[in-house]
């Protein structure tokens, strides 16, 4: 390892089990195999739906014996099943994220975010997995679009299966993010391919803000989560804020000079809001507000219905807050200047994303 990525301290926990990650080759689901792999699992299975993107996965491990990548997908739970079976964990990631795909597509929308989540659900209860943890969006909360609406109801799904857990079924949580930069579809890709083509960088709306994350600390939330889990929640990152503007602005400064352009030749276009877009990123909502407790790193939204069958604990080590007082969104947080920016991007290759 490279000084600036220091091996992660033993995780006991993760010995000896074995992992399943449904969305292999997708943009989380590759982080989160990367970031599992070093945790020492015996056994990790990668499922995936995109057969060519499956096999380079595969040459990239194919010196790595614990790891076994297979296509599948999440609409057929058998198959799911077949392959789930002598898993202890299992990562959900599989989903449609694209907004105007799923708009498109509505019927394929719900097969594949709602419908394969339940199938993951039913998976799980058969093969006697350990826990189950479900990957999430900000566009879940007062959703606006069918993808956001759908992963709404994921999150319910996983929520009512804990709520319904007997002794020895599997724990379920969900974890939900803000903006992944560099992620398939993010803004930060489609500006570099702006500012590579000497532009112009089009802003839907200059006052428009969001919560940003690294795709490392996107996934170190999904594992974080697996083991703070006490059943049914949802756990929120804590993540800086900034205006869009100024990610414009500090991408153009950085990015510019190296296709040896002058940064101030680069033009900024307004283009207007898309159907369904926000103004600003929502990660906890007024309702959510009155049954989430805060710890050092994360918000962690409680279930709205007791468990059925049990009694939860939901104490966690590191509670900072037993409430939140105000809803969590991207118009309500400091934002960071563009020098604090420039310093968050430096985590983020950006030079590779034209």
Request: some cysteine.
């Amino acid at each position: 390892m490279s000084p600036g990525n220091p091996e992660p301290p033993v995780d006991t926990r993760w010995l000896g089990k074995s992992v399943l990650v449904t969305g292999a080759c997708g943009t989380v689901g590759r982080e989160l195999l990367r970031q599992v792999v070093r945790l020492g699992p015996r056994r990790i299975v990668g499922l995936d739906n995109n057969e060519t993107e499956l096999f380079f996965l595969g040459e990239e491990y194919a010196a790595n014996p614990g790891v076994h990548l297979f296509l599948c997908d999440v609409r057929d739970r058998d198959g799911l099943t077949a392959k789930m079976a002598g898993a202890d964990i299992v990562l959900h990631t599989a989903a449609l994220k694209h907004v105007l795909q799923c708009e498109r597509s509505p019927r394929d929308a719900l097969q594949t975010n709602v419908v394969g989540t339940q199938n993951v659900i039913d998976a799980a209860h058969a093969c006697r997995v350990s826990r189950v943890v479900f990957t999430s969006s900000d566009k879940a909360v007062n959703p606006t679009n069918v993808m956001g609406t759908s992963k709404l109801m994921c999150e319910r799904l996983i929520t009512a299966a804990n709520a319904h857990r007997r002794a020895g079924d599997p724990i379920f949580a969900s974890t939900r993010f803000g903006n992944v930069l560099g992620s398939r579809g993010s803004v930060v890709p489609l500006f570099a391919r702006q500012i590579a083509a000497g532009g112009p960088v089009t802003l839907t709306d200059p006052a428009m803000t969001r919560f940003i994350m690294t795709l490392q600390e996107a996934a170190a939330l999904v594992v974080e989560s697996v083991h703070a889990a006490r059943g049914g929640e949802v756990f929120v990152m804590k993540m800086p804020a900034v205006g869009i503007e100024d990610l414009a602005h500090v991408m153009i400064r950085r990015l510019a000079p190296r296709r040896g352009m002058d940064p101030r030749a680069v033009e900024l276009r307004t283009v207007g809001m898309k159907p369904g877009e926000k103004l600003y990123e929502e990660l906890l909502s007024d309702e959510e507000v009155r049954r989430t407790v805060e710890t050092r790193r994360f918000f962690i939204v409680l279930p709205a219905f007791k468990s059925l069958y049990e009694e939860i604990d939901y104490d966690y080590a590191d509670i900072v807050a037993a409430r939140v007082e105000r809803a969590y969104n991207s118009s309500l947080v400091p934002l960071l200047d563009r020098g604090q920016l420039e310093r968050f991007l430096e985590q983020v290759p950006l030079e590779e994303m034209n």
